[in-house]
């Protein structure tokens, strides 16, 4: 996969996060916690992919470190709703939705950390 893409669906991802937890929670009471996660880990995301227009080893960690912390956000959140959708809460979203959005967003983290860690500089 090339950089652009990589830099694309990062960018894409971590936007999502942060404008879809807006979303989400707007008005409904939820724990800021729940909210600013998703603007950490999407945010952190967001700079790997805009660093990675100058590659560097530095700034490949940042996005590699981008893709995981967002899979591993993203993993608990999905599965949490998969397994226990009693204790969920969906805020403004229907939660079958949530779950099919947060699943999605989970496997494109995963496919975008295999594909930054085994990229070659000079792509």
Same mark, same amino acid.
């Given at each position: 996969?090339? =950089?652009? =893409?990589?830099?694309?669906?990062?960018?894409?991802? /971590?936007?999502?996060?942060?404008?879809?937890?807006?979303?989400?929670? #707007? /008005?409904?009471?939820? *724990?800021?916690? $729940?909210? +600013?996660?998703?603007? $950490?880990?999407?945010?952190?995301?967001? +700079? !790997?992919?805009?660093?990675?227009?100058?590659?560097?080893?530095?700034? #490949?960690?940042?996005?590699?470190? /981008?893709?995981?912390?967002?899979? !591993?956000?993203?993993?608990?959140?999905?599965?949490?709703?998969?397994?226990? *959708?009693?204790?969920?809460?969906?805020?403004?979203?229907?939660?079958?939705?949530?779950?099919?959005?947060?699943? +999605?967003?989970?496997?494109?983290?995963?496919?975008?950390? $295999?594909?930054?860690?085994? #990229?070659? !500089?000079?792509?």
């Amino acid at each position: 996969m090339s =950089l652009i =893409l990589l830099r694309v669906f990062g960018g894409g991802l /971590g936007l999502s996060l942060m404008i879809g937890e807006v979303i989400r929670s #707007w /008005g409904v009471g939820r *724990p800021i916690m $729940f909210v +600013l996660d998703d603007f $950490f880990w999407g945010g952190l995301l967001l +700079l !790997g992919a805009i660093l990675m227009a100058k590659p560097t080893r530095l700034r #490949w960690g940042v996005f590699v470190a /981008g893709w995981a912390s967002c899979a !591993g956000m993203l993993y608990g959140s999905f599965f949490g709703k998969v397994f226990d *959708p009693a204790s969920a809460n969906a805020g403004n979203m229907e939660l079958g939705f949530l779950t099919a959005i947060i699943g +999605l967003a989970f496997f494109v983290s995963l496919i975008g950390l $295999f594909f930054t860690l085994i #990229w070659k !500089g000079g792509e």
